[in-house]
């Protein structure tokens, strides 16, 4: 079964600066989906980037990047020039016709941001 | 703009009576999904609907159930909730079953008194 595991329960940062949130995963398969969610307080969750295994390229959106190293099995995110409204618990997850298409998430990582 | 909507936001509920959460969507999504999640915890799939079609996680207790009447509304019955249920309730849709987006909604904390 995949598995997700997210390493950083919590994590701080300075506005404006950049944080790199941790992600890793375990499967056997070679055709898979990852993605970040931000789910705000008491707000809804919302997809903040997803990267198709196959992509050789880090996706990209606009202050949100990835890292990902396939043969590590390991997916980062960094926020650049963070803002107050960035804070949030954000889910790294997992998905792919193997696991019955559904996504597994990991334990999440709360993303405070200091002013 | 289209979304998904669930009401009520907030339920309270009593120990074993019967309670039903509401998910609607305007995306016309094939299917839609309803996830516990539990304070400080990952979303948990309960279960997911394509079209009509029905799929129950393993793990996921008999006291819940679901119903899609149609394309746009999704139900979860609870149908003697213990203490143990109280929990923000998600729904989610997606076009289909590729690794299309899914789109929350806001979501339902339900309260077992």
Same mark, same amino acid.
């Given at each position: 079964?995949?598995?997700?595991?997210?390493?950083?329960?919590?994590?701080?940062?300075?506005?404006?600066?950049?944080?790199?949130?941790?992600?890793?995963?375990?499967?056997?398969?070679?055709?898979?989906?990852?993605?970040?969610?931000?789910?705000?307080?008491?707000?809804?969750?919302?997809?903040?980037?997803?990267?198709?295994?196959?992509?050789?390229?880090?996706?990209?959106?606009?202050?949100?990047?990835?890292?990902?190293?396939?043969?590590?099995?390991?997916?980062?995110?960094?926020?650049?020039?963070?803002?107050?409204?960035?804070?949030?618990?954000?889910?790294?997850?997992?998905?792919?016709?193997?696991?019955?298409?559904?996504?597994?998430?990991?334990?999440?990582?709360?993303?405070?941001?200091?002013? | 703009?289209?979304?998904?909507?669930?009401?009520?936001?907030?339920?309270?509920?009593?120990?074993?009576?019967?309670?039903?959460?509401?998910?609607?969507?305007?995306?016309?999504?094939?299917?839609?999904?309803?996830?516990?999640?539990?304070?400080?915890?990952?979303?948990?799939?309960?279960?997911?609907?394509?079209?009509?079609?029905?799929?129950?996680?393993? *793990?996921?207790?008999? #006291?819940? &159930?679901?119903?899609? +009447?149609? %394309?746009?509304?999704?139900? /979860?019955?609870?149908?003697?909730?213990?203490?143990?249920?109280?929990?923000?309730?998600?729904?989610?849709?997606?076009? *289909?079953?590729?690794? #299309?987006? &899914?789109?929350?909604? +806001?979501? %339902?904390?339900?309260?077992? /008194?």
């Amino acid at each position: 079964a995949q598995t997700v595991t997210q390493s950083q329960p919590e994590m701080s940062v300075q506005e404006a600066e950049t944080v790199t949130l941790s992600c890793t995963y375990d499967t056997s398969e070679s055709d898979y989906y990852l993605f970040w969610y931000k789910q705000p307080p008491s707000r809804q969750m919302i997809l903040v980037i997803r990267q198709e295994a196959y992509k050789q390229q880090n996706a990209t959106e606009n202050r949100f990047s990835v890292n990902f190293q396939k043969a590590a099995k390991s997916f980062s995110l960094k926020i650049s020039d963070s803002q107050l409204g960035d804070a949030a618990m954000y889910f790294c997850a997992y998905y792919s016709g193997g696991s019955n298409y559904k996504l597994t998430f990991g334990k999440g990582t709360l993303l405070t941001v200091n002013p | 703009d289209a979304m998904v909507i669930q009401n009520p936001r907030y339920q309270v509920t009593q120990f074993g009576k019967p309670v039903t959460l509401s998910c609607s969507q305007t995306l016309n999504h094939n299917v839609m999904y309803w996830y516990q999640q539990k304070s400080s915890q990952a979303p948990k799939l309960l279960f997911h609907y394509y079209d009509k079609d029905f799929n129950n996680e393993a *793990d996921t207790p008999d #006291n819940f &159930q679901s119903r899609r +009447p149609n %394309t746009s509304f999704c139900f /979860l019955d609870i149908r003697s909730p213990g203490l143990g249920d109280a929990a923000m309730y998600l729904c989610a849709t997606s076009r *289909d079953h590729r690794a #299309n987006e &899914q789109f929350f909604g +806001p979501g %339902t904390r339900l309260t077992v /008194l």
